[in-house]
T-cell receptor, first 112, second 114 residues
Framework: SQQGEEDPQALSIQEGENATMNCSYK?????LQWYRQNSGRGLVHLIL?????REKHSGRLRVTLDTSKKSSSLLITASRAADTASYFC????????????FGQGTTLQVKP | NAGVTQTPKFQVLKTGQSMTLQCAQD?????MSWYRQDPGMGLRLIHY???????DQGEVPNGYNVSRSTTEDFPLRLLSAAPSQTSVYFC?????????????FGEGSRLTVL
């Protein structure tokens, strides 16, 4: 079964609002990564958080990691219509030789 | 830099036919992998490789073969296509060095099996 489970599956917000997506996983990890996918395109890496980190920022993105709960969240602040995409978490499990296991993704729609 | 290049972008097969999806990267990445993406299922790892001559199975390897004769290329072979293999396939690569864990993806190959 997949390592990551994401919540919600779909999210629709107005431009300017914040969007929060959650990811839960099952086993111990080296790091957790978030990716973005525009419709019909490949995935693009957004941000990585290591198992010894609790929070990380990159521009309008903020990622948190709670290893005790095996969960992570991605916050996009002041969303824009261009943020409309699917967002995936991926985990690099300990001892897994670098392979990433992806969650099912959250589809975000930002209405102008 | 071209990055990760996948060919073909679109392919239609009949059940039982065989084909190869090509993946090439020009970044000298040791690690390469194949995923399939189906609606509501996210991405599932099919096979991966940590270097030339080394391959291993992912979550859903049945029906697929891979080989890695060079650092640059990692083809995915469907030996006898089935309708259940209708999907979008993504190749991804990364270097195997510390603190460079992000995957670089190709644009995908959309396969339909009739």
């Amino acid at each position: 079964s997949q390592q990551g489970e994401e919540d919600p599956q779909a999210l629709s917000i107005q431009e300017g609002e914040n969007a929060t997506m959650n990811c839960s996983y099952k086993t111990s990890i080296n790091n957790l990564q978030w990716y973005r996918q525009n419709s019909g395109r490949g995935l693009v890496h957004l941000i990585l958080i290591r198992s010894n980190e609790r929070e990380k920022h990159s521009g309008r993105l903020r990622v948190t990691l709670d290893t005790s709960k095996k969960s992570s969240s991605l916050l996009i602040t002041a969303s824009r219509a261009a943020d409309t995409a699917s967002y995936f978490c991926a985990t690099d499990a300990k001892g897994n030789t670098g392979k990433l296991i992806f969650g099912q993704g959250t589809t975000l729609q930002v209405k102008p | 830099n071209a990055g990760v290049t996948q060919t073909p972008k679109f392919q239609v097969l009949k059940t039982g036919q065989s084909m190869t999806l090509q993946c090439a990267q020009d970044m000298n990445h040791e690690y390469m992998s194949w995923y399939r993406q189906d609606p509501g299922m996210g991405l599932r790892l099919i096979h991966y490789s940590v270097g030339a001559g080394i391959t291993d199975q992912g979550e859903v390897p049945n029906g697929y073969n891979v080989s890695r004769s060079t650092t640059e290329d990692f083809p995915l072979r469907l030996l006898s296509a089935a309708p259940s293999q209708t999907s979008v396939y993504f190749c991804a690569s990364r270097p195997l060095v510390a603190r460079k864990e992000e995957l670089f993806f190709g644009e995908g190959s959309r396969l339909t099996v009739l």
